[in-house]
């Protein structure tokens, strides 16, 4: 992903952040050149065995997630496939009337990481047990930071049922790019202008885009490594 100087992270916990906030990911690989490129939509998260902190690039991290095995992608990935993981974070239209300046162009302010690396499938699991355990570390981190502190005791002779027709896997990261596009290209009292906006808006997103503007470095003031 191309990242102008601009809108580099701050720091590498704006990435971590991006990941853990908005798991949703789009991962792609390539296909055979009759079917082209593969894109699949699917949670993942940071293997719990992970002890550390992440890198500047989150190379070295590992995240977990699972694929239903129908899935003409899954068939078509073999251990070792490289994979980009795209995740999205808080976006926003921005109206040239948001400036109050003539001439003016509209844009569109947004947030995105780019995780690079290799996938590991899980294939040699016979009882099951890794793939599970992989599925429940899923339920645990996102009902700790999404739901209702659901307990699955009584799921898992339903979670085994259906365990057959899933196919667990581990990312190895070997690098990473976050793009924070939050009007820093402007002058300061116009990127106020935005950021003021985009917090009185309805929009969650807008509201969100708003908090991560108010989060930047001053101007002028050099980003952390």
């Known amino acids: 992903m191309f990242v102008p100087a601009p809108y580099r992270q701050p720091s590498a916990s704006w990435m971590v952040d991006i990941l853990r906030g ?9 296909g055979p050149p009759e079917a082209g490129p593969y894109a699949t939509h699917l949670p993942v998260i940071q ?8 890198s500047a690039d989150l190379c070295g991290a590992r995240l977990l997630g699972h694929m239903n095995r129908a899935n003409p ?5 073999e251990d070792g496939t490289r994979v980009l993981l795209t995740f999205t974070g808080p976006h926003a239209y921005v109206s040239p009337t948001v400036y109050q300046i003539t001439p003016a162009a509209p844009t569109w302010d947004f947030t995105a990481v780019h995780v690079h690396g290799v996938l590991r499938k ?18 645990r981190t996102f009902e700790a930071d ?12 339903y979670f085994r049922k259906i365990l057959p027709a899933v196919g667990g896997f581990r990312i190895e990261v070997s690098g990473a790019e976050g793009m924070f596009k939050l009007s820093q290209e ?11 906006n985009f917090a ?26």
């Open 22 to 30: 908005n798991p949703l990911a789009l991962m792609t690989s390539n």
């Open 47 to 54: 293997d719990p065995a992970m002890t550390g902190e992440w």
């Open 73 to 77: 992608h899954w068939k078509a990935m």
């Open 122 to 139: 899980i294939e040699h699991d016979q009882a099951g047990e890794e793939t599970l355990e992989i599925v429940r570390a899923t339920v």
């Open 146 to 157: 999404f739901g209702n502190a659901w307990d699955m005791s009584d799921s898992q002779d």
């Open 186 to 196: 402007q002058d300061p009292h116009i990127r106020e202008r935005v950021r003021d």
């Open 200 to 225: 009185h808006r309805d929009s969650d997103a807008h509201r969100s885009a708003a908090r991560l503007m108010g989060r930047l470095p001053a101007p002028g003031c050099p980003l952390a490594a």
